[in-house]
């Protein structure tokens, strides 16, 4: 290849590098391909096998082109199924992966944890917003699976605890006192749609729920007859395991 030719190719990748800094797409791989191919030496022109290697490797780069545009499609087609079952979800009663609670009108609140095997004894305790200890509920044998304690909304004391947001953590343990998991969930009616950061979460009261985070789905319990036929009495949302 003559000085003239060598310096084409240069001017010509330099160009394409100048275009886009750090990536070589499908048109560039193409713009370098055509420009070696017009300025190869006629006496020594490039060998049949390279040139198959290296329209191999643009097909594949255009491949991979094509199935990251794809990616691309099924991501946003996605994320607009997840923004219309969000919204569908307004008024509905969920079950999600959490440990907060909501005391409000000084209504007794529902703790929902599921086991990993059987528990001789289960306690669930409750702290305020700040974490302080506000009250311990105890259970005894309890099998494998979701298990619901009342929260009667008082304090160890036996005073009514304040409206507001708490915590619950819960221990279990079997009949010779070794650990046993346990799961936390929470209740609560979805209220509005929020979207942060590309993500679709769920409103409920003063929390925001992911909805990979969802459990379960139910119509409200006060919702018509006419409301519970026009919608499945209970939905429940796969979740890897749950």
Not at 17 to 30: G, I, R, S, T
Not at 167 to 172: G, P, S
Request: proline share 3%.
């Amino acid at each position: 290849m003559s000085i003239a030719a060598l310096n084409s190719v240069t001017d010509n990748t330099a160009g394409i590098a100048a275009a886009k800094p750090n990536a070589l797409d499908k048109d560039a791989f193409l713009n370098l391909l055509i420009a070696q191919l017009q300025n190869q030496d006629p006496l020594n022109p490039t060998d049949s096998v390279e040139f198959t290697a290296q329209l191999a490797q643009f097909s594949s780069l255009e491949q991979l082109g094509n199935v990251n545009d794809n990616l691309k499609q099924l991501r946003d087609v996605q994320q607009a199924m997840n923004n219309s079952q969000a919204v569908s979800l307004i008024g509905k009663e969920i079950l999600a992966q959490g440990n907060s609670l909501q005391r409000s009108d000084g209504q007794p609140v529902d703790c929902s944890f599921s086991l990993d095997q059987d528990a001789a004894v289960a306690a669930v305790t409750i702290y305020d917003s700040t974490g302080d200890f506000v009250k311990s509920i105890e259970a005894d044998d309890l099998a494998q699976g979701t298990h619901t304690l009342v929260w009667d909304g008082t304090d160890q004391n036996g005073n009514s605890a304040p409206n507001g947001s708490y915590t619950f953590e819960v221990q279990a343990a079997d009949a010779d006192g070794r650990d046993i998991g346990a799961a936390t969930f929470f209740s609560a009616t979805v209220d509005g749609v929020t979207f942060e950061n590309n993500k679709t979460l769920l409103v409920c009261d003063s929390r925001k729920v992911a909805l990979s985070d969802l459990i379960e789905v139910t119509a409200p319990s006060n919702a018509t007859s006419t409301s519970q036929q026009s919608l499945p009495n209970s939905m429940s949302i796969t979740n890897g395991g749950h």
